[in-house]
């Protein structure tokens, strides 16, 4: 049996919509313009996110996108044996913004929930989400290791 990593007991509530609170209503071109600016704006306030839900607005649907704190959900678990003192990372944080493709064919950011229930990360340096490299970083360094550049080395350029 896995045991599964309890949250903490001591109750936690931040509010962080005003993070992504803009004085007129924000319309964005682009899906992946809406989701750049949330994401700079999550990691402003120290915390990351991800895609929950996303639907392309096939049929009668409208494209829409739900984003969330990593740590947001219940933890499913599998029928597999794993190493003990595994866990999971999620513990129900209820933080969700909601994004539509209205009919301006422009997308727009609305927050359903503002309130993160656990611990903020004091930094976000060697986080497995806010660390990882852009495609245009991971492009940088293949073409230095095509080069024979030693990573130690590019690392001052």
Excluded at 9 to 31: G, I, L, N, Q, W
Excluded at 57 to 62: E, H, I
Excluded at 113 to 123: A, D, I, Q, T, V
Aim: glycine content about 8%; charged content about 30%.
């Amino acid at each position: 049996m896995v045991d599964l990593v309890e949250p903490d007991p001591e109750v936690y509530s931040v509010d962080v919509a005003e993070f992504f609170v803009t004085k007129e209503k924000k319309k964005y071109e682009d899906r992946e313009e809406m989701i750049n600016w949330a994401r700079c704006q999550s990691i402003e306030a120290a915390f990351t996110l991800i895609i929950n839900k996303s639907y392309s607005g096939s049929g009668r649907r409208k494209s829409k996108l739900v984003l969330a704190c990593e740590r947001s959900g219940e933890y499913k678990g599998t029928n597999k044996s794993k190493r003990e003192g595994a866990g999971s990372r999620k513990c129900g944080c209820l933080f969700r913004l909601r994004g539509y493709f209205s009919a301006t064919k422009l997308w727009s950011l609305n927050i359903v929930s503002g309130l993160y229930n656990h611990k903020m990360e004091p930094k976000l340096e060697g986080h497995m989400l806010a660390g990882r490299l852009t495609t245009k970083e991971s492009k940088i360094v293949g073409d230095m290791t095509r080069n024979l550049i030693k990573l130690k080395i590019s690392c001052w350029i």
